[in-house]
């Protein structure tokens, strides 16, 4: 079969010749329909992150969506990357059948593709970590991400009164605009004192909760937004691996300033998760701009998404319509 492999770590993959799976009692080969470059592949694949240096070669992709026996399409998780074994960009893949989740009947394999854990992750961090209560305040950062588009309608969808936007370049707000946010604050400047006081001038008075896949400055001027008691939670740190986030923001309010990450979900929290997730994508009530791109031009995707030159979430069809 055809697969996108790493060679070397820190280098974008080559599409090669591979084995097809052979499973083992308990897993399901999966015909891969759609399997989108994420952060985490690329971050997994440059041999430095927290999960350490992966074995290679490998096949990279921690998710995708496909079709197992009878054509049942499913969404799936791998550890491609975190852990030894192969990923999801591949024309094939072998995965635990425990671990797959059936889609709703008609659901787009490239658009759930799209949204997959990005948006489990938005799902749980403002539902589950960030335990976001209807007619609240939301402020999102990084709104134009796929984990900030879906945080900015998922919001709405859990009853926000208000979702007020952030992100950096003008596609990335005009993304965010399009996800529905009341109203959307640029991220163009390092002074913390600044930046919050425009997005405070956004926002109708303090803000309840903050998502922030940036860190950084972002964070430190979003905390400077919220309430007594108000929630930040961080799950990622495109904008910087420290924050200069003051301690009398921290202590005046009694701030609550929490981690999240996927890792930590059950697998039945993750399935119920990605049901939902899809069950909104098919009712037209969440989506996240993407580009389906065919398995063959792996190395230019990843390249596009490692150096940040992309529109919206790229996602290899290894079997195009
Ligand atoms: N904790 C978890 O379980 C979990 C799960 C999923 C994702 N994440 C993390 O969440 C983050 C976002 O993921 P994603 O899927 O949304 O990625 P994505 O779709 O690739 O989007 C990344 C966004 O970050 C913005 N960005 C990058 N550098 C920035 C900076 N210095 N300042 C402001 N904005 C910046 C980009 O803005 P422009 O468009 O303006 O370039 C882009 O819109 C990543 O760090 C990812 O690793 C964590």
Request: include cysteine; charge should be negative.
């Given at each position: 079969m055809r697969a996108a492999q790493i060679v070397t770590c820190g280098r974008p993959p080559r599409v090669a010749d591979r084995p097809a799976p052979s499973p083992e009692a308990g897993d399901r080969v999966v015909r891969v329909l759609a399997a989108p470059i994420t952060p985490l592949d690329v971050l997994c694949a440059g041999g430095t992150s927290y999960f350490g240096t992966p074995d290679t070669p490998y096949v990279p992709g921690v998710q995708g969506v496909g079709t197992v026996g009878d054509g049942t399409l499913v969404w799936f998780p791998t550890d491609a990357?975190?852990?030894?074994?192969?990923?999801?960009?591949?024309?094939?893949?072998?995965?635990?059948?425990?671990?797959?989740?059936?889609?709703?009947?008609?659901?787009?394999?490239?658009?759930?593709?799209?949204?997959?854990?990005?948006?489990?992750?938005?799902?749980?961090?403002?539902?589950?970590?960030?335990?976001?209560?209807?007619?609240?305040?939301?402020?999102?950062?990084?709104?134009?991400?796929?984990?900030?588009?879906?945080?900015?309608?998922?919001?709405?969808?859990?009853?926000?009164?208000?979702?007020?936007?952030?992100?950096?370049?003008?596609?990335?707000?005009?993304?965010?605009?399009?996800?529905?946010?009341?109203?959307?604050?640029?991220?163009?400047?390092?002074?913390?004192?600044?930046?919050?006081?425009?997005?405070?001038?956004?926002?109708?008075?303090?803000?309840?909760?903050?998502?922030?896949?940036?860190?950084?400055?972002?964070?430190?001027?979003?905390?400077?937004?919220?309430?007594?008691?108000?929630?930040?939670?961080?799950?990622?740190?495109?904008?910087?691996?420290?924050c200069p986030l003051d301690s009398s923001t921290l202590r005046s309010r009694s701030l609550h300033v929490l981690g999240y990450t996927n890792t930590e979900l059950t697998r039945e929290q993750k399935a119920a998760a990605i049901g939902k997730i899809a069950e909104l994508a098919a009712a037209g009530r969440l989506d996240a701009a993407h580009e389906a791109v065919p398995l063959e031009d792996v190395a230019s995707a990843w390249h596009r998404q490692s150096t940040g030159a992309t529109s919206g979430r790229l996602v290899l069809t290894p079997h195009p319509a």
């Amino acid at each position: 079969m055809r697969a996108a492999q790493i060679v070397t770590c820190g280098r974008p993959p080559r599409v090669a010749d591979r084995p097809a799976p052979s499973p083992e009692a308990g897993d399901r080969v999966v015909r891969v329909l759609a399997a989108p470059i994420t952060p985490l592949d690329v971050l997994c694949a440059g041999g430095t992150s927290y999960f350490g240096t992966p074995d290679t070669p490998y096949v990279p992709g921690v998710q995708g969506v496909g079709t197992v026996g009878d054509g049942t399409l499913v969404w799936f998780p791998t550890d491609a990357g975190m852990a030894p074994g192969e990923g999801s960009m591949a024309e094939m893949a072998c995965v635990p059948a425990d671990d797959l989740v059936e889609l709703p009947a008609g659901a787009d394999p490239v658009a759930v593709a799209a949204l997959g854990l990005s948006a489990v992750a938005a799902y749980m961090a403002l539902t589950w970590r960030g335990e976001l209560a209807a007619g609240e305040q939301v402020l999102v950062l990084g709104a134009g991400g796929v984990v900030g588009q879906a945080a900015v309608q998922l919001a709405r969808v859990a009853g926000a009164r208000r979702v007020v936007a952030a992100a950096r370049s003008a596609a990335a707000r005009e993304r965010a605009r399009r996800a529905g946010a009341d109203a959307v604050v640029a991220l163009d400047t390092d002074d913390v004192a600044e930046l919050a006081a425009r997005l405070s001038a956004a926002c109708d008075g303090p803000v309840d909760l903050v998502l922030d896949p940036l860190f950084g400055v972002p964070a430190a001027a979003a905390a400077r937004t919220l309430r007594p008691h108000g929630r930040l939670v961080n799950l990622g740190s495109s904008a910087g691996e420290t924050c200069p986030l003051d301690s009398s923001t921290l202590r005046s309010r009694s701030l609550h300033v929490l981690g999240y990450t996927n890792t930590e979900l059950t697998r039945e929290q993750k399935a119920a998760a990605i049901g939902k997730i899809a069950e909104l994508a098919a009712a037209g009530r969440l989506d996240a701009a993407h580009e389906a791109v065919p398995l063959e031009d792996v190395a230019s995707a990843w390249h596009r998404q490692s150096t940040g030159a992309t529109s919206g979430r790229l996602v290899l069809t290894p079997h195009p319509a």
